[in-house]
C-alpha cells in the first residue's frame, strides 16, 4: 500500500522559498502521478500542481511561474520547489496520488494515500 509523507513546511517572509517534499513508502511512485494540494483555514482544498507518471507538469493559476514540481523516482520522492511566495500561499500542503495522470487533480477527485500536511506560513 502505498504512503505518503510531506516535509520541508515551515515560516517565510514574503518573497522567500521553500522546497517540500513527498516521500513514498510501501510502493514505487514510477505508475503514480503525484499531487500536490493546499488548504488555509476556513477554505476548500485546492489542487497546487500535480506531475504525471511520464513527468509532464500541471500547475493551477495562482502557482504558475512561482511553483515547480519535480519527481526523482530513484528517490520515490517528489518535489514541489516554492519562490517568490505570498502571504495567501499560507495553508497546510497535502500530496496524494494517482494511477498515471493528472485527472481531476484540480478538485483531488480521485486521488488517494493522502499524507498528513505540512504547515507553510508566509508573513508580510
Known amino acids: 500500500q502505498l504512503q505518503l509523507v510531506e516535509s520541508g513546511g515551515g515560516l517565510v517572509q514574503r518573497g522567500g522559498s521553500l522546497r517540500l517534499s513527498c516521500a513514498a513508502s510501501g510502493l514505487g511512485l514510477d505508475d503514480y502521478a503525484i499531487a500536490w494540494f493546499r488548504q488555509a483555514p476556513g477554505t476548500d482544498r485546492t489542487g497546487v500542481s500535480c506531475i504525471t507518471s511520464g513527468g509532464t507538469t500541471l500547475y493551477a493559476d495562482p502557482v504558475k511561474g512561482r511553483f515547480t514540481i519535480s519527481r526523482d523516482n530513484a528517490k520515490n520522492t517528489v518535489y514541489l520547489e516554492m519562490n517568490s511566495l505570498r502571504p495567501e500561499d499560507t495553508a497546510s500542503y497535502y500530496c496524494?496520488?494517482?494511477?498515471?495522470?493528472?485527472?481531476?487533480?484540480?478538485?483531488?477527485?480521485?486521488?488517494?494515500?493522502w499524507g498528513q500536511g505540512t504547515q507553510v506560513t508566509v508573513s508580510s
Open positions: 496524494a496520488a494517482q494511477r498515471y495522470y493528472c485527472s481531476g487533480y484540480l478538485l483531488g477527485l480521485d486521488f488517494g494515500s
